[in-house]
């Protein structure tokens, strides 16, 4: 049995001021803070986990925090865009949304036949909202009415110099399915149907750098620790350099490159983020790894105070 990749498990990106990052997400977006920790490599900064009201996998925008880290540049090889799904009907509530919330926005764009509403967060990540059909997650419950609310991902682009190789391994290798193209522009989606991939070939583009305002990685989410052990002895067959498997405590994660220079991860679904506290207080305080907690008197004292969002949890 060959194992499944079934979509997009978290993206994962830089910012440089954890409490403006914690505001837009939170406060204008409407995600729920699902986990405060730090950066299991780096445990004097933060790690912001967002997603739904579980953080379930497919709907987990993540940062690392690194105070007045300077800017990155958007550029190939990376994912240059997160889009997030909206239903049909919401563009027009998140156009006044973000106008009033003082962030400009590129409404007007149709790509494959869906509305796109482009904006950027205040460290420059680019964004889209997605008119989508047929959603029926469950969106947070959080300070967007749930007719709005963002529900998931519903997918990236990623920046190449040209798209055949990591196309290949898409669909060849990942279980994606190949949806055709718009101009430079290539779509491939998911096992379970959710999220897309677009690879936007642009050859003669200047590459981008680390830093904040730029995505870290994305992760595809496998169904188990067996699945996970299997696709790492299959890319390891094929010549990729995959990492060994490492605890992210509310994951386990493989870490990878496309043949364009993408960081890819394959993350568990299991154990989520109520592993380590309960789900109405998901990201209420900071949690540590249990190999970290004997400096949390020091951590605490590091890392920047963060003023947390309310969150009340429907019934
Ligand atoms: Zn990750």
């Given at each position: 049995m060959s194992p499944t990749?079934?979509?997009?498990h978290h993206i994962t990106a830089i910012t440089a001021d954890a409490q403006k990052n914690i505001d837009f997400y939170?406060?204008?977006?409407?995600?729920?803070?699902v986990k405060l920790t730090?950066?299991?490599?780096?445990?004097?900064s933060y790690h912001l986990y967002y997603g739904d009201r579980l953080g379930r996998p497919g709907s987990i925008m993540t940062f690392f925090a690194w105070p007045g880290a300077t800017r990155g540049r958007i550029g190939?090889?990376?994912?240059?865009t997160v889009a997030f799904a909206v239903s049909a009907q919401a563009l027009e509530f998140w156009a006044a949304r973000l106008k009033e919330s003082g962030f400009a926005f590129w409404p007007g764009e149709t790509r494959f036949g869906e509305g796109v509403l482009g904006f950027e967060d205040p460290d420059g990540i680019r964004l889209e909202l997605i008119a989508t059909a047929g959603l029926n997650g469950e969106s947070p419950?959080?300070?967007?009415?749930p007719e709005s609310a963002i529900q998931r991902f519903h997918g990236v682009t990623i920046s190449e110099e040209g798209h055949e190789n990591t196309a290949k391994l898409l669909t060849?290798?990942?279980g994606f399915k190949d949806e055709g193209r718009e101009g430079h522009r290539y779509r491939y989606r998911s096992a379970n149907g959710e999220s897309v991939v677009d690879l936007l070939c642009i050859p003669a583009a200047r590459r981008g750098g680390m830093g904040a305002?730029?995505?870290?990685h994305i992760a595809y989410r496998t169904l188990d620790d067996a699945q996970q052990l299997e696709w790492r002895d299959e890319l390891v067959g094929l010549g990729y350099n995959v990492s060994s498997v490492m605890d992210r405590v509310y994951f386990h994660s493989i870490y990878y490159r496309d043949p364009g220079g993408v960081l890819f991860e394959i993350a568990t679904?299991?154990?989520?983020?109520?592993?380590?506290?309960?789900a109405e207080k998901l990201g209420s305080i900071l949690k540590l790894p249990p190999w970290f907690e004997r400096r949390r008197a020091e951590l605490e004292q590091i890392l920047p105070p963060v003023r947390l969002p309310e969150w009340r949890l429907a019934a």
């Open positions: 990749i079934s979509g997009i939170c406060g204008v977006l409407g995600l729920r803070l730090v950066n299991f490599d780096d445990p004097e190939p090889p990376q994912v240059t419950d959080g300070p967007i009415p060849e290798i990942m305002g730029v995505v870290h679904d299991p154990p989520g983020f109520t592993i380590d506290e309960p």
